[in-house]
């Protein structure tokens, strides 16, 4: 895409597991599913989607993840909160399935369900996977994006020291034309500023 070179992505033989003082960022299991598609079915865990997902549409979105990790080593891992939540979400890396100005890139992302919100889970794990997508990957940046409206997504990407470029705000392509979720807004991180951001 306009002379931009192939992002070279490092794969592992077997999942990578990530631990803090407090998550583990692990491969799905079997046993997420049910806690995996009420997160789904709940209107506000999908506010800031065009819609609520049926069980089935989780399921797949879920297959899709886990096969991703299975395939790299690495990707949207399962949150879990040992002693507390086994299974709260997710939280990771992934390459996005469709074309933008800004590609190619890999994605962080999260979503978590209510009970685990405001806990700074999302934070934590967010930090580790980015420790990870420049120290183990060795990735030239790393990108987060939402609806302008989702303020706290937008405050775990400054808390682990993403800054918005607001000159690569997009229509996302997965939204429908007439939806007002369409629009997207970018943040971005290179491993310098990553590095600067962990000094502080």
Known sequence: ??????????????PVELRTPRVLLRQWKD?????????NADPEVRRYFPTVLSRT???????????AI???GWGMWALEIPGVHPFAGFVGLS??????????????????????????????????ALAFAFTHLELP??????????????????????????????DHPRVPADSPLKRHILHRIAPEQWRRHCDK
């Open 95 to 128: 390459v996005p399935g469709y074309e933008a100005p800004w590609m190619p890139a890999v994605e962080i992302g999260w979503r978590l369900a209510p009970a685990a919100w405001h806990r700074g889970y999302a934070t934590e794990g967010a930090t580790a």
């Open 141 to 170: 940046q790393v990108v987060a994006l939402s609806v302008p409206t989702n303020t706290p997504s937008h405050n775990v990407m400054h808390r682990i020291g993403m800054a918005r470029d607001a000159a690569a705000d997009f």
């Open 70 to 72: 299975a395939q790299r």
């Open 31 to 39: 046993s997420d599913s049910d806690a995996w598609a009420a997160m």
């Open 57 to 67: 549409e989780a399921q797949a979105e879920a297959d899709r993840i886990r096969g």
């Open 1 to 14: 895409m306009r002379g931009v070179p192939t992002l070279v992505l490092r794969t592992f033989a077997a």
